[in-house]
């Protein structure tokens, strides 16, 4: 059984490491170039390492917006990182959707990204953006509209690590992965 997630689904409402562990495996598409996805991080508004721990800002108002939409900001302004908002609207939780195995698109994934090697598509953040096209035109949008998300029962075995390129909040096992995946941004 597969479930489509329409904007506010009762699947993504929860708490940002609910939602984190249930994204594993799902399929996420964006113009129908995607994958599924082998690792996601947590990231809520009393955490230290959250844009929300400060607050609503202009930056990160889509994070608070309700769950089921997107939430894309730029780091360092570089690359372009996809987040799912998941808490009840006020509320700043979201997922980082951090790496995803590549299955649909690859051609269209290998031309943007400029690389052959299948580990290097979407392994990260950044990458995984540059290859699926997302850019900040998706922040704020629902899911459903540009970008899908499907939901699989039979989701991979999951572990949990600390998160990766943070300096606060590093004592939470926040980051979830495929286990065994070769697909993941690092190893652990």
Same mark, same amino acid.
């Not at 390492?49 to 900001?73: I, K």
């Given at each position: ?24 495996? #799902? ?5 129908? +170039? ?6 996601t991080? #947590? ?24 769950a ?7 780091s ?7 987040? +799912? ?8 939780? #979201? ?10 698109g ?14 290097l ?7 995984l ?22 939901l ?37």
């Amino acid at each position: 059984m597969i479930l489509r997630l329409a904007p506010g689904a009762p699947s993504l409402l929860g708490a940002p490491t609910t939602v984190a562990a249930r994204l594993i495996g #799902a399929t996420l598409l964006h113009g129908g +170039v995607g994958g599924t996805i082998v690792e996601t991080e #947590a990231y809520d508004e009393t955490d230290p390492a959250s844009h929300s721990f400060v607050g609503p800002t202009r930056r990160n108002r889509a994070m608070f917006g309700p769950a089921g939409h997107l939430y894309v900001y730029r780091s360092y302004g570089i690359h372009w990182c996809l987040n +799912v908002v998941c808490g009840p609207a006020g509320t700043g939780g #979201a997922v980082l959707i951090r790496a995803l195995e590549p299955r649909h698109g690859i051609a269209e994934m290998r031309a943007r990204r400029g690389v052959d090697d299948m580990r290097l598509l979407c392994s990260g953040p950044g990458r995984l953006c540059a290859a699926l096209g997302v850019t900040g035109a998706l922040d704020g949008t629902p899911i459903g509209g540009a970008v899908s998300i499907v939901l699989s029962p039979d989701s991979p075995a999951i572990r949990t690590t600390p998160r990766i390129g943070i300096t606060r909040g590093t004592h939470l096992d926040w980051r979830f992965v495929a286990d065994g995946s070769p697909w993941l941004s690092r190893r652990g």
